[in-house]
């Protein structure tokens, strides 16, 4: 036991005290990492970025903002990147698009359908895809909000809505083509009460961005000789590859105006394939139809690339899968943007005549339902179902049949790069169908 009064033992008591001070100070307590962000906001080019920065630091100033450039220049990773800042920032978002988007998104006649609650506690509206969208449902969305938000001063009930649009490509269709021109969602952008602050994306220097430029403003659009070939076999193996006995390349696609070529060449693909054929026949009343109508078949081979007609298993209309196997009652399919296996069953469907407006009369047999399964060969596919799409390979067929402004730039702006663009032509110029009114 030390002694109290000890010199000896009191300098070891100090010299203890100051070693376990020393220890102490030298312990770090380690900060809390700082709170990650919920969303991550995927890179952005300067131009991209000096447009985010200007719409989410000025929301008080401007509510009202619509950002145009032309395909390839990134306007739906944009508002991809928006949707992500706006979340980070607590503020409640609603996506509307037409076509496919990176978050959850709705058609804008769901959104008119929400809850009034709903849409007053949403604080943003991001609309993707604008000229798919008519200038009345866009009202019709405005006066919903100003009612339920009883302000009209601003528009929209002030809140914040961004939209994104091409007016270069197709618009929605509408019965007529003076219609059509007069509903462009581009006219409301321009003359509302509180106009829209317009922001555009410029011009790419690459290849592919200067031969879409050239194809969107254009009457006679000329095709590059290294992206022609002659015959629709040649076609057929630069998108999809030999095909002996191989499975076919799935990130590429064939466009076409009409639908009778779609069907020609999703028949010429499928004939090329090795794998046997395999029969599913539509059915009703328990059972099998026996007709020569091509609708009342489905005729499939291993691998084949198919399109939903209908949404089914949580997938959206137009999603391609890759066909592996069948059972007695399912499709057994790959998804192929995520390699997802999903099953699919028939349902209930009308093979003639118009599937919206079924008849009703006993006496009328060219439009009873059946059980087939909502898909059908997605080899080849008409420009309208494309758009919103993206292909590493495309091939355009017949490009000289266009006859609706933007038909042909929505057509060739799907393919990724231009050494992934074929198009089956014997001419060396086409005929362009575009609206200058709406891209000026």
Known sequence: MPCEHCPHCQAIEAAAAAEAAAAAAAIVVEAAPPPQPEFEVPPLNDHQLAIAQDICNHTRDYKLHFIEGISNTGKTHLLGALYALFRNNKM???VISPGPFPQPAKQIKKVLSLPDNVIENTDVFLVDNGNQITEQLMKCLCEKLNRVMGNDVGGFGGKIVVLVADFGLLLPYTGSNLTKLSESLKHMTQNTVVPFKRHSLPVGDDHLSQFLEMVRKTPQVKIPEANQVPNLDELIEFIYGPLGGEA????????AVKKADVE???KRVLEKMK???QLFEANFS????KSDLDLHQLRLKKHCILVLDEPAEGLSKGTRLVFDDSTRSHLCCRVIPTNQLVDIERTRRFLSGSPSTPSTSNNNSTHQSCMQFPVSLGFAQTINSVQGHRF???G????????DHGMLYTAVSRVESLEGLKVMTQATEVK???EMSLID
């Open 92 to 94: 409640t978002v609603e």
């Open 248 to 255: 076919p390349y799935t990130n590429g696609t064939i466009v």
């Open 264 to 266: 020609l060449i999703n």
């Open 275 to 277: 794998p046997r054929v």
């Open 286 to 289: 328990a059972r099998v139809i």
């Open 392 to 394: 590493e390979k495309l």
């Open 396 to 403: 355009v067929f017949k490009p000289e049949n266009v006859f």
């Open 432 to 434: 362009n169908k575009i």
